[in-house]
């Protein structure tokens, strides 16, 4: 048998369980860790300005690619807790990250040793295991049982805290005889899927609504064949989208009360049955639950048991990973058309695409400063099919799901839960780790980039670029009009006159200069007509220079985006003046009708 630390062994694991890139911040705790990271050799890593930060890489590396598990790795105390938010946003999204921890030596941990920390008991809530090792000899078992639980079920993260003493423990461990874990799923009988593909054809007008564990379970393909099958539009969630391109005959658009469509609340609201796969019904897609259920049934598969009936009892629920239960959908499917026993739902569907050609959001806007419409239809024409996009929270993350295009799944690359600001410029850097020669564009209002802003730096320093769109208007967007209720404006204004650039007026921090001294390219716009020429510049710019380029956007101060004011999905309030002619629109997947 070979004798190694536990440190190596844990390396050696990681790299037969797949992983070869890995995220982090070394500190005196974890150093063992690096050191045989060093050694070991095959794991590429990227080194973060703030662990918080290494985590939301990690989420964004999962998140680009089937099959992908983000590591990212810190040492004792603050690192640990740093990760925290990273390990809430991979939960509530269901994304499989692994977090690794130095720790203070075992004989001490319980007497308030320097940033000694249980940091175990912190993450438990928001992990499917967390676990200090406590002894060496466990360490392979943990790490393999890491990978079986992050993989297995709804996926998840996992934090392993390792004692500094425990990583430097030698132990006898073959790492060419490791084999990892089965992982287990749940499958969705024949007898399951008959029953719920008579209650879809016994319906008039129904729906699919297919969330992110269609994205996470890579079933987009069996999806778009069942719903052509059946002839049923397709309501993809946040966390779904792009599950169906959005320009196919059967995306009825998106259902909810900020990031949703106009025409896909008015389709939603006519439909008489919901098919709901590896979605989690969510409060701001739902709204209120009297008006999202009243007249409808529903029917509803998750991969984990417990999440059907969380939020409302189905009419029917099935427990069942998104990929086995469709595979099987499809095949009764087919069998059923085969017989001549599906119905035909050719003039529902049309009636759904009639709304979609009817009920549009504005978009072309000449004012200046820029209103954000237009910044979002000026990314329509700059950014392809292929392009990966990714957010977190606030008004530009509304706005841009209301009216950017996306085609393909994994390409809106989207923190739906949990929503941390500061999200975005890490994720990004993750997933443009994780596909290099994919076109990444990254989209934030003016705080949400601010608050992480160090890690471009990380790009800067590692080559890894994207492009960076950033709608400016000095202000907390969606907190300020959520202050509307409240008849304040307090607290949300960030405003101030910046001495050392007293052209930007009130519009204070210099994003192009910052941006500049942390390695990276800008580019600042002011004048709609100009950001078009910005954004074919700033894929230039990244190309050459391989680094983030940021593309500021100089927005009016205050822009109302559509969302409803009374949680009620049949009340979505239009601040702004709708399309009533095609070219208030000329980027809608259909043209308008008037």
């Not at 703030?50 to 990690?58: F, I, N, R, W, Y």
């Not at 780790?433 to 471009?456: C, N």
Request: overall charge negative.
């Amino acid at each position: 048998m070979a004798r190694m630390t536990a440190a190596r062994a844990a390396v050696e694991i990681l790299k037969r369980e797949g992983v070869d890139v890995a995220f982090g911040v070394p500190g005196a705790a974890i150093n063992p860790f690096y050191a045989a990271l060093k050694a070991s050799g095959g794991i590429s890593h990227t080194l973060a300005r703030h662990v918080e930060g290494a985590s939301h890489m990690a989420e964004g590396y999962t998140r680009t690619h089937p099959g992908n598990i983000g590591v990212c790795v810190g040492t004792s105390g603050p690192a640990g807790t740093d990760m925290i938010t990273g390990l809430y946003s991979a939960s509530g999204d269901s994304i499989p990250i692994l977090c690794i921890t130095g720790q203070a030596p075992t004989a001490v941990i319980h007497k308030e040793d320097f940033q000694a920390v249980d940091i175990a008991s912190i993450a438990r809530p928001v992990t499917k295991m967390a676990v200090t090792v406590l002894e060496a000899a466990q360490v392979p078992g943990v790490f393999q049982q890491a990978f079986h639980l992050m993989r297995s079920g709804r996926p998840g993260p996992v934090l392993i805290d390792l004692p500094i003493d425990v990583q430097l423990t030698e132990i006898e461990f073959d790492p060419d005889t490791y084999q990892p874990l089965p992982v287990y799923k749940p499958a969705a009988t024949r007898a399951q899927i008959e029953k719920a593909l008579g209650m879809l054809n016994a319906a008039e007008r129904p729906l699919i609504v297919a969330g992110g564990g269609v994205v996470n379970a890579d079933a987009a393909d069996l999806l778009v064949r069942f719903a052509e099958l059946t002839g049923t539009p397709v309501v993809p969630t946040l966390m779904g989208w792009g599950v169906i391109p959005d320009d196919h005959e059967l995306n009825a658009g998106m259902v909810g009360l900020q990031t949703s469509h106009r025409y896909g609340n008015a389709t939603f609201l006519e439909s008489d049955f919901v098919l709901g796969i590896g979605n989690r019904w969510a409060n701001r897609h739902t709204g209120r639950l009297d008006v999202y259920t009243a007249g409808r049934t529903f029917v509803h598969v998750d991969v984990e048991p417990t999440q059907i009936g969380r939020i409302f009892a189905p009419d029917y629920g099935i427990a069942s990973d998104a990929r086995a239960a469709l595979r099987l959908f499809v095949e009764i499917a087919e069998e059923t058309r085969a017989a001549g026993r599906l119905p035909d739902r050719s003039a529902w569907a049309a009636a759904a695409q009639e709304r979609r050609a009817t009920l549009q959001r504005r978009t072309h806007f000449d004012d200046v400063p820029i209103k954000p419409q237009r910044v979002y239809e000026e990314m329509n024409k700059a950014f392809g099919p292929e392009t990966r996009y990714v957010t977190t929270i606030g008004l530009s993350q509304i706005a841009g799901a209301q009216m950017l295009h996306v085609y393909r799944p994994r390409h809106w690359i989207n923190c739906g839960q949990a929503g941390p600001l500061g999200w975005t410029v890490p994720a990004a850097l993750g997933v443009a780790k994780a596909d290099p020669q994919a076109q990444v564009v990254a989209l934030s209002g003016d705080y949400d980039f601010q608050f992480m802003i160090e890690e471009l730096a990380v790009g800067a320093q590692h080559r890894i670029p994207y492009v960076h769109v950033l709608v400016n208007n000095a202000y907390l967007g969606l907190i300020r009009q959520a202050q509307r209720a409240f008849d304040i404006d307090f607290q949300v204004n960030l405003e101030f006159e910046n001495i050392n650039t007293p052209e930007l007026g009130a519009y204070g921090v210099d994003h192009v200069k910052v941006a500049e001294g942390l390695g990276c390219k800008a580019i600042r716009v002011t004048d709609p007509g100009e950001l078009g020429a910005a954004f074919e510049q700033a894929k230039k710019l990244a190309a050459e220079h391989r680094v983030p380029v940021i593309v500021e956007a100089i927005l009016e101060r205050v822009t109302n985006i559509a969302m409803s004011t009374t949680n009620d999905i049949s009340d979505v309030v239009e601040f702004e003046p709708v399309a009533t002619e095609p070219g208030h629109a000329p980027t809608a997947v259909r043209p308008l009708k008037v």
